[in-house]
């Protein structure tokens, strides 16, 4: 088993809630020890992988700090202090798109970075979804709604149009959910 010894703060970005960076010693199970194993606190979040009942995915076209160009996002965001993945993620639904959705499938809890930390991803495939009221987001980056076929949503997939690790790894998902496809081939069968 892997044992942290020690943990030494080295940076904590204004009040600590979306970044610190500690130095940890870790030992491993065979007694070897590492003094500074660097780690990286960031909040959990969630993603959401939504479809309309018109067997749309709701996704954004956007730019981002880190990313170089546009990208296509699904929604998404951290979560509050003591709130569920779950209720974080129709929190930012909500939020982010103005939709609310009938079904919610869980697509599994992640660790970012398995050496480093770095957060925790919730992913979430909602299907069912309907606009309910305006968007009432807090983002920074100017973002377009975009309604995507199943099919265009597998070809900008397969182009590395999702250039955010979680992000791509989140529609991967829930593309492989049975709901999924179900969702979007109901919706196109009437």
């Known amino acids: 088993m892997i044992k ?3 943990r030494t703060p080295l940076l ?10 500690e130095a940890h010693e870790v030992e491993f199970a065979d007694g070897c020890v590492v003094p500074d194993w660097g780690w990286v606190e960031s909040p959990a979040f969630v993603n959401i ?3 309309t009942t ?7 076209r956007q730019e981002k700090y880190a990313v170089d160009g546009l990208t296509l996002a699904p929604p998404g965001g951290y979560l509050e ?7 974080a993620a129709r929190r930012e639904l909500l939020e982010e798109t103005g939709y609310v959705a009938a079904n919610w499938y869980a697509l599994g809890s992640y660790v970012v970075d398995g050496n480093r930390g770095n957060g925790v991803a919730h992913f979430f495939l909602a299907t069912g979804a309907v606009w309910q009221q305006p968007i009432h987001a807090d983002d920074l980056e100017v973002q377009k709604l975009l309604l995507l ?3 265009d949503v597998m070809q900008a997939l397969a182009a ?9 790894a989140c529609v991967a998902l829930a593309l492989l959910h049975p709901a999924f496809a179900a969702a979007t ?3 196109n069968s009437h």
């Open 49 to 51: 992988v939504p479809v």
């Open 160 to 168: 590395g149009e999702f250039k955010v690790l979680p992000w791509a």
């Open 12 to 21: 904590t970005m204004g009040d600590g809630r979306f970044l610190k960076v």
């Open 4 to 6: 942290t010894l020690r």
């Open 81 to 87: 202090p003591g709130e569920e993945p779950l209720l």
């Open 54 to 60: 018109s067997g749309r995915l709701l996704c954004f």
């Open 149 to 151: 076929s199943r099919e």
């Open 185 to 187: 081939l109901a919706a």
